[in-house]
């Protein structure tokens, strides 16, 4: 039973950082752009990343341990690096003079990048789960196991616990296809030689998984948990008709679901979760996502043989916990997900890794010692202003629409009047006394985190929904829009250069985090975003015709972007990263109303030579600055919502009337785009 995420659309991958251990440099030039690494042989008509980026594109090195380089990756090394500064603090003061989740930090770090005593325990740790899973001997069994939060073993279902998208006052529970080992499943089955080698080289890795573990037959075992993924696979629903949230809103109570996939025992795997039959309203309705996919993968769950789902929950165990065994696990762990997938070189350094570790166990706790430190009232205050200034400009905007229609457009400014936003860190902190960590315990420490969180989301499923709550950390280089709340959230570590400067130029800070602002507003209104109104609730507030003439303008931007090809032979997936590209092309569009009304009437200077307008585009091709490994970019393009950060500047420019007249772009140059051409949104 993994643990719930929320539905929110995210404004970057969330890939590995990249570059060195060094903090990265907090200016980019005088004014807020790198100048130095502009490539001016290259026309911005013709390639505005590599016109904005390509001298520092052709010198940038992709360190050993990292997938990619670049802005979004600097700033994620300065978070690690800070994180890595607060627990050197806790290890540098008196245990006495520790509060109690200073000490839980402290040890929980230190358990992590304790490396020696890891190993001396060897597999002991683990033991009674693999003999646990050893033992399984029924389908109920299977079920069971698979439902447990402290194993964090989903098979062909996973769930979590999220909001009702009718009524978002409400937590339900969530139902979805799952079971995979790789990212997603075109690795199985996509006719491309470079999967094809991967697929090979994961069947390799299992039989390495289970000639660690002792087990005999390793190939033969991999063999059957791969032939089982790929059976999965083959029923599992694409990623473009996941994201419609239309399609992925089946409510069903429990004895409905039963009837409608009876091959699995969700009687024995929901009891684990302890998610009960009845609520506080009768029997409990349940949320089922890909609904045709279920009675399939149901089949195939009950004509698998119990062994092989044990040899399947032995490998995805040894995958989950490789981080917290001993270090020949750990290790081949990495040589697959790490060498082959993303094509790194070096694992992370351990310190770096318990960084994350920490964020992702105890986030809000360590968040809390992060603020306190990096993140002064001045920053907040002033990109609280940003936003407000965004939102402001999306309301001149969505008033002066020309394919909107009156009735729409008054339900459209309700939903932008009703916005929340959420700026650097929570108003209250999440509560960490109820869990227990221990210095010599790493593997119960991260069990008990995962049990500590299902149970906190588990004890209010009956409750009201907390508005208050937040889906990021503050440590997060990275921001949300969350439409079950009609919210946006920017979390502190992303708050700095390149995206955000007091000290930059305001037009270099528009083109940057305004861009961003923008962005999570416009989730709202994307072509899922705009199906929930301004409560959060899903209902269809739209007139037909609006409908019609939105779907068609979004239709053309997902055709620009299917003719992107970033890897020969392989496109970029205009209809799965259409949520995305339409925030980004609104997002660059409103945040540079943004700028002109925060000039109140007045000429932007000239810098430099660059004009307010070239100073705003330039900032927004700089915070896209990213060289990625071919492995990486694969799997981004395969598994991840978002474009690759190349082709962001690239797809929302061309769209953008002001940056054909701010660069001088015209016909003939390989991105120009006919003004009729143009999808103009917002």
Do not use: C
Not at 560 to 575: C, K, V
């Amino acid at each position: 039973m993994r643990l719930a995420v929320l539905a929110v659309a995210l404004l970057a991958t969330a890939g590995t950082a990249a570059l060195s251990e060094d903090s990265p440099k907090t200016k980019y030039g005088t004014w807020g752009v790198e100048l130095s690494a502009l490539d001016r042989s290259v026309r911005p008509g013709n390639d505005f990343f590599m016109y904005v980026n390509g001298t520092w594109y052709k010198s940038a090195v992709i360190p050993p341990d990292r997938a990619s380089t670049g802005g979004f990756q600097d700033l994620r090394i300065l978070s690690e690096n800070r994180v890595k500064e607060i627990a050197a603090s806790l290890d540098a003061k008196p245990r006495e003079q520790l509060s109690v989740e200073e000490a839980k930090l402290r040890d929980f770090y230190d358990a992590f990048t304790d490396q020696q005593q890891i190993d001396a325990k060897g597999l002991a740790p683990a033991k009674k789960d693999l003999d646990y899973i050893a033992g399984l001997k029924t389908p109920q069994d299977v079920a069971t196991a698979m439902g447990s939060p402290m194993l964090a073993l989903d098979g062909p279902f996973g769930g979590g616990i999220a909001f009702n998208p009718k009524n978002t006052n409400q937590y339900v529970m969530t139902l979805g296809q799952s079971g995979l080992g790789m990212p997603d499943r075109d690795y199985y089955l996509k006719g491309d030689e470079a999967l094809a080698k991967t697929r090979e080289a994961y069947k390799k890795h299992l039989a390495a998984v289970f000639t660690l573990a002792g087990m005999s037959d390793p190939a033969k075992r991999a063999d059957g948990v791969y032939n089982l993924e790929h059976k999965i696979a083959e029923v599992s629903w694409a990623n473009a008709d996941r994201r419609d949230v239309d399609k992925v809103f089946n409510p069903m109570t429990r004895s409905e679901l039963k009837a409608f996939a009876p091959d699995f025992p969700w009687d024995a795997y929901l009891d684990k979760a302890g998610i009960t039959a009845n609520g506080a309203q009768g029997e409990r309705t349940l949320i089922i996502a890909e609904k045709s996919a279920f009675p399939k993968l149901a089949k195939i769950f009950a004509e698998t043989p119990v062994e092989t789902w044990r040899d399947y929950l032995t490998a995805h165990y040894l995958h989950t916990f490789a981080a917290y065994l001993p270090k020949a696990f750990d290790e081949e762990n990495f040589a697959f997900y790490g060498k082959v997938l993303q094509g790194n070189d070096q694992q992370l350094p351990r310190a770096t890794r318990a960084a994350h570790v920490l964020d992702d166990n105890m986030g809000e706790a360590l968040g809390k010692l992060y603020v306190a430190k990096y993140f002064p009232p001045s920053a907040k205050a002033k990109a609280l202003e940003l936003v407000n200034n965004l939102l402001r400009a999306y309301d001149a905007d969505i008033r002066t629409l020309d394919w909107m229609t009156p009735a729409t457009r008054e339900k459209a400014l309700d939903k932008l009047h009703k916005f929340g936003v959420k700026i650097g860190y929570p108003d209250r902190w999440r509560d960490y006394s109820a869990l227990t960590i221990s210095r010599d315990d790493l593997l119960g420490n991260v069990q008990r985190s995962l049990a500590f969180e299902w149970n906190r989301q588990l004890t209010r499923i009956d409750k009201p929904v907390d508005k208050t709550e937040w889906g990021m950390t503050p440590p997060t280089v990275n921001a949300y829009d969350n439409p079950f709340f009609n919210e946006i959230v920017f979390p502190a570590a992303i708050l700095q250069p390149p995206f955000f400067d007091p000290e930059a130029d305001d037009a270099v800070n528009y083109g940057g985090i305004g861009a961003v602002i923008g962005h999570e507003i416009s989730h709202g209104f994307d072509d899922q975003g705009a199906k929930f109104d301004a409560q959060g609730n899903v209902a269809n507030w739209w007139s037909d015709a609006d409908k019609k003439t939105f779907e068609a303008k979004t239709k053309a931007l997902g055709d620009q972007y299917n003719a992107y090809e970033p890897l020969p032979g392989l496109h970029i997936n205009g209809a799965f990263t259409m949520g995305e590209n339409v925030a980004d092309n609104a997002g660059v569009a409103i945040a540079l109303k943004a700028y002109h009304i925060s000039l109140h009437g007045k000429k932007a200077p000239v810098i430099d030579g660059y004009t307010g307008d070239q100073r705003f585009y330039l900032s927004f091709g700089q915070i896209w600055r990213s060289k990625m490994r071919e492995g990486a970019l694969r799997q981004q393009l395969l598994s991840n919502e978002h474009s690759p950060a190349m082709y962001r500047p690239i797809g929302a420019t061309r769209n953008q009337d002001a940056w054909y007249a701010a660069f001088k772009v015209k016909a003939g140059d390989k991105y120009y785009l006919p003004p009729q051409q143009r999808v103009r949104l917002w």
